[in-house]
C-alpha cells in the first residue's frame, strides 16, 4: 500500500511512493538477545575482576609507604610498611618514578615479619638511572 496524505497520521512525514523501499513495521523486541548480551558482559566483566583481584588485591600482603627521602641525581631511600601472614615473608616490587612519570627504578625485595608480628617496616635504597620524583611499593606477594 502507498502513502498518501489521507493514510498518514496528522504531523507524519509524507514520504514518495517507491522512492525509500519498503517500509518496516514496527518489529517484535527481541529480549532474548539483550538478556545474551548482559550474560557477556557480566561474564567478561567478572573474568576482569578476578584477574585485577589475583594481581592486585591479596589482603594478606598489604603494603604502604610512609615515606621516601634521600632523592639524589641517582636514588631515593623508601620506608614502607608491609601487612603478611603472621611470622611470614612477602617479595615486594618496589619503583621510583621521575617528573615525568617515567620510571627510573625497579627492584624486588624480600620482606620477613618477625615471629608473631603481621606487620614489618622496611627500608630500601633505590639506585636510579635519573633524577626520581617519587618512590613507592607496587604491591606485594608471597615468596615463589
Same mark, same amino acid.
Given at each position: 500500500?502507498?502513502?498518501?496524505?489521507?493514510?498518514?497520521?496528522?504531523?507524519?512525514?509524507?514520504?514518495?511512493?517507491?522512492?525509500?523501499?519498503?517500509?518496516?513495521?514496527?518489529?517484535?523486541?527481541?529480549?532474548?538477545?539483550?538478556?545474551?548480551?548482559?550474560?557477556? $558482559?557480566?561474564?567478561?566483566?567478572?573474568?576482569?575482576?578476578?584477574?585485577?583481584?589475583?594481581q592486585y588485591g591479596d589482603p594478606n600482603y598489604d603494603a604502604q609507604?610512609?615515606?621516601?627521602?634521600?632523592?639524589?641525581?641517582?636514588?631515593?631511600?623508601?620506608?614502607?610498611?608491609?601487612?603478611?601472614?603472621?611470622?611470614?615473608?612477602?617479595?615486594?616490587?618496589?619503583?621510583?618514578?621521575?617528573?615525568?612519570?617515567?620510571?627510573?627504578?625497579?627492584?624486588?625485595?624480600? $620482606?620477613?615479619?618477625?615471629?608473631?608480628?603481621?606487620? $614489618?617496616?622496611?627500608?630500601?635504597?633505590? $639506585?636510579?638511572?635519573?633524577?626520581?620524583?617519587?618512590?613507592?611499593?607496587?604491591?606485594?606477594?608471597?615468596?615463589?
Amino acid at each position: 500500500m502507498t502513502e498518501t496524505h489521507a493514510t498518514l497520521p496528522p504531523g507524519a512525514p509524507a514520504f514518495p511512493p517507491g522512492r525509500y523501499g519498503r517500509r518496516r513495521e514496527p518489529g517484535r523486541r527481541r529480549p532474548l538477545l539483550a538478556a545474551l548480551l548482559a550474560i557477556a $558482559v557480566v561474564a567478561g566483566l567478572s573474568l576482569v575482576t578476578v584477574r585485577l583481584y589475583r594481581q592486585y588485591g591479596d589482603p594478606n600482603y598489604d603494603a604502604q609507604v610512609i615515606t621516601y627521602t634521600g632523592i639524589t641525581d641517582s636514588q631515593v631511600l623508601v620506608d614502607f610498611r608491609v601487612t603478611v601472614p603472621e611470622g611470614g615473608s612477602a617479595v615486594c616490587l618496589l619503583r621510583a618514578r621521575n617528573r615525568d612519570g617515567a620510571e627510573v627504578a625497579r627492584e624486588e625485595v624480600t $620482606v620477613t615479619a618477625p615471629p608473631g608480628q603481621r606487620q $614489618v617496616t622496611a627500608q630500601h635504597r633505590l $639506585v636510579t638511572s635519573a633524577r626520581p620524583f617519587i618512590g613507592e611499593v607496587v604491591r606485594c606477594r608471597p615468596p615463589a
